[in-house]
């Protein structure tokens, strides 16, 4: 265990603090556990982590967290207090349910680690319930307004470029174009940055698109001229879930139609929430862990701990489903890698 984070100072009154993850799991969720664990411990907390999100709070289903349960977990991926989504969470009763539940266990605040419909259900658990709520950010899709990075978003690429890679000996040997499409739910995040990673000649999502008929055949021209001049020996498409009106299996068929060159897809799927995190996933979970726990201590209450400009701040749980990671940022982060891509 870190010396930095020994049990000492305890509070003379233990208070109790409750964990969840909700939502789609992804990695580095243990190691955020792991860290508010062991922070909250030396500020003298009684700590406990609720069952599959949202449901453990409704239906009163914990355990435990101590020094031994989060021991050696920080490399593992998903979570060990398991997910889910929550539809009770929608309706009024669902809500005052989980309110109960936090007031008969005596539990004065609560760290919430997910993505949107997570932080969404805290918002509306808020209404009923006033003890402290703080929100981490932990979704690979890093579609959370307020912070530039979410736990998980990083080994999510890195997967998705070892998938991507693979396909590419395959397009290589059978000179193929493929279309790959990976998760990101209605962003275009993972797409940009495993596709800019793997020298994709196509990146598709949402965001670049304003005409979807003329982006589609814009697409088409640029993929014939360049199986005319024989270069590259592959072309790989990477299109983020959701980005067209059609599935990734059609846009193959109308690419090979089109063009007479052999097209097939592929879809990376779950995989890409699986895995051990990565580096950087470890140490942003650890450190949004601690903050968690830092501003608890500090009396605050429904906010979000995120990561801005290589700085941990703290933004309203409120504000946090905006959409303000703009098209704008996505397509300007294309421009400065353009040499990779056909048009």
Not at 64 to 70: C, F, I, N, R
Not at 224 to 229: E, F, G, L, N
Not at 280 to 290: F, H, K, S
Request: include cysteine; glycine fraction near 8%; charge should be neutral.
């Amino acid at each position: 265990m870190d010396s930095s984070i020994m049990p000492q100072n305890k509070k003379p009154v233990k208070q109790r603090l409750a964990i969840i993850t909700s939502g789609g799991d992804a990695p580095g969720m243990n190691a955020s556990i792991r860290a508010i664990t062991l922070k909250a411990l030396q500020n003298g907390y009684d700590v406990i982590g609720f069952i599959a999100g949202f449901h453990g709070l409704i239906n009163a289903e914990f355990i435990q967290l101590d020094l031994k349960s989060v021991d050696n977990i920080i490399h593992k991926g998903g979570t060990i207090l398991k997910t889910a989504r929550c539809k009770d969470m929608f309706n009024e009763q669902g809500v005052k349910k989980a309110s109960c539940t936090l007031n008969n266990l005596d539990i004065e605040s609560l760290i919430v680690i997910g993505g949107d419909g997570s932080f969404k259900g805290a918002q509306a658990l808020s209404e009923y319930w006033h003890g402290q709520i703080i929100g981490i950010p932990g979704t690979i899709d890093n579609d959370i307004n307020g912070t530039d990075q979410t736990i998980g978003f990083w080994t999510a690429i890195d997967t998705a470029l070892d998938c991507i890679d693979k396909i590419r000996d395959t397009a290589d040997a059978f000179d193929r174009i493929f279309v790959i499409e990976v998760m990101g739910r209605d962003c275009g995040f993972i797409a940009m940055e495993s596709g800019i990673a793997s020298g994709a000649q196509q990146i598709i999502c949402h965001e670049l698109i304003s005409d979807e008929a003329d982006f589609i055949q814009q697409l088409l021209i640029s993929i014939k001229k360049a199986s005319k001049q024989s270069y590259p020996q592959s072309y790989v498409i990477v299109v983020a879930e959701n980005a067209l009106s059609f599935s990734t299996a059609e846009l193959a068929k109308k690419i090979s139609e089109y063009t007479q060159v052999d097209t097939r897809s592929a879809i990376l799927g779950y995989v890409q929430r699986g895995g051990a995190p990565v580096a950087m996933d470890r140490v942003l979970a650890t450190q949004l862990g601690i903050k968690a726990v830092e501003a608890i201590n500090k009396q605050k209450r429904n906010l979000m701990i995120g990561m801005s400009k290589g700085e941990i701040i703290t933004f309203p749980l409120s504000q946090t489903g905006l959409k303000n990671k703009t098209n704008k940022d996505l397509i300007k982060r294309l421009e400065q890698f353009s040499f990779n891509l056909t048009i």
